[in-house]
């Protein structure tokens, strides 16, 4: 099993939808989560982070955390054809900088 | 430079060759971490520095593979006696240490070895 498991995908939403995204982990002492989005061919960048329990919103993204069930999701209300892309959740054990271990992530089409 | 620089960004070498990745980091960046990244995965960790100190390298394969990073800024990936496993897209990121703040993924390196 792996450390960070996500849907590979690929999933597929019209435009304007909500696509949701997901993620779980193993690693009980976890504490930071992130989403990047990686387009083909380029190098990943990061979309959203969270450290606590609950929904942060950021524009037209949420994260979503739940540690006792060891699940982080990611929301993208309104999807645009430009959020096509792979999205990698990525987890680390501290709230700085350190080891950080990425699912394979999801492969999101939206569709016009 | 305003973000991370990887060099070269194709590197193509014969079996049993050793190669030398780099990795020039946003300027003020603490830490320094080296990913493999194989098609359709995600990053897989091989090491990081805060400052010139290797923090973890829990990720290197074997011992073929060393990184060092000397005075705190440039880092350098090292493989030694390549094998054809070991091509694939070598990415560099930094990041300051605070809490939060995001890694600043290059370019990247594409390593193929024949």
Known sequence: QKEVE????????????????????SDRGSQSFFWYRQYSGKSPEL??????????EDGRFTAQLNKASQYVSLLIRDSQPSDSATYLCAVTKGLAAGKSTFGDGTTLTVKP | GAGVSQSPRYKVTKRGQDVALRCDPISGHVSLYWYRQALGQGPE???YFNYEAQQDKSGLPNDRFSAERPEGSIS????????????AMYRCAS???SKG?????GD???LSIL
């Open chain 1, 6 to 25: 996500q849907n590979s995908g690929p999933l597929s939403v019209p435009e304007g939808a909500i696509a949701s995204l997901n993620c779980t982990y």
């Open chain 2, 45 to 47: 960790f091989l090491t």
């Open chain 2, 101 to 105: 703040q995001p890694q600043h993924f």
């Open chain 2, 76 to 87: 350098t990936l090292t493989i030694q006696r390549t094998e054809q496993r070991d091509s």
């Open chain 2, 108 to 110: 990247g390196t594409r």
């Open chain 1, 47 to 56: 979309i959203m982070f969270i450290y606590s329990n609950g929904d942060k």
């Open chain 2, 95 to 97: 990041s300051s240490d």
